[in-house]
């Protein structure tokens, strides 16, 4: 007997990625998929285009509180937690199923593309973390396993997947799925780039005292071992690695200041 598999997006003003994401999930080779997208009060037509497709719900503030609430109504025996700028390619969800096995969780491995400068500077970071298991993260949870590490903590938006992870590998087996996920990078300028970085570390403080050796691991900020396997990456594009170079000064800038920001308040 299939088993359901219920997917779960969190949005807010998604309504340029939000067709694209669901139209993915209809395309998918295995069918027994419960659809849910859980909104934060977006002005856009976000939630009347996931009407097309999934079950639409409206909770705040953040994302980890909108997946706790979407796992809270799914149904499947797998949940999955996936972003709007996500596109899955057709046999995610097939790979997925067939191969769970004894996992309490599975890794669905992406691959970022976008356009223009720094999007592209920010492709060439993303795709190094490919097969890297201090940043390729599980976004697929048995649901018994969520429930029984009480979901995402919602007080850490930015690293609350790595958070949850740092948990359940000391429950059980992750897996690793062939299947990408294909990431569609839309920030395009750096002060964007780091104006989200200091926000999602506003709570950084948090995780890292959860979750200290993989924290620590995951802060290098260039001599991580990702970067250093893909060094012809960077010899390849010259431009490209020095916009990396900037590009990681500014978000680590970020960092501490909203490391700063969130312990003061």
Known sequence: MEKLVSIIV???????NIERFWKSVKNQSYK???CI???NNSNDKTKAIAKRYSSVYNKGPERSAQRNFG???SKGYYLIFLDADM??????IKDIVENFEDNIAMIIPERSIGNGFWQEVKVLERNCYINDRDMELPRVYRRDTFFRL????????GQEIED???????LGKIGRINNFIIHHELIDSLWLITKKKYYYCLTLRRYMNKSRDLSKRQAKVFLRP???RNWKSFLKRPGLAYGFFIMRLFEGFGALYGLFKGKIS
């Open 164 to 170: 949850l992870y740092n948990s359940a590998i000391k």
């Open 226 to 228: 990702a970067f250093l």
């Open 32 to 34: 027994k998929i419960e």
């Open 37 to 39: 997208t859980v909104d």
């Open 10 to 16: 969190t949005t807010k003003n998604e309504e340029r």
């Open 150 to 157: 009480k979901g995402f903590d919602e007080n850490i938006t």
């Open 71 to 73: 796992a809270s109504k």
């Open 87 to 92: 596109e899955l390619t057709k046999d995610v």
